[in-house]
């Protein structure tokens, strides 16, 4: 990445979101907004493309929503996230099928 500037397409092809994402993202996060040249064009800078890696991080790894991700941009930490919300959940299902199955075998 040694541009200044970054075309839309550009950018998609470097996070792998596709544009009309990246445009929807402009409208749901304040902190991403690329300026526009004099055509018009979208144009991303670094620090742009840094926080389009963060949100898809957030959104599509840690499984946080919109919202959750919004508040932890903003340096709000949330309780917890969505995927260590999952991990719990199917941690205390496999203790409660373990507690059923040892109660099975001792009967």
Not at 28 to 54: H, Q, T
Not at 67 to 86: D, F, N
């Amino acid at each position: 990445m040694a541009k200044k500037f970054y075309s839309i397409t550009e950018v998609s092809k470097i996070t792998g979101v596709e544009p009309h994402v990246l445009r929807y993202w402009e409208t749901e996060f304040p902190n991403l907004r690329p300026v526009k040249n004099r055509a018009g064009k979208r144009d991303y800078e670094k620090k742009d493309i840094e926080l389009i890696l963060k949100i898809k991080e957030l959104l599509y790894e840690e499984l946080y929503t919109i919202a959750g991700a919004k508040k932890r941009l903003q340096g709000q930490p949330e309780k917890v996230s969505g995927r260590e919300t999952l991990n719990f959940t199917l941690s205390e299902i496999k203790n409660e099928l373990i507690s059923v199955l040892e109660l099975l075998e001792n009967d």
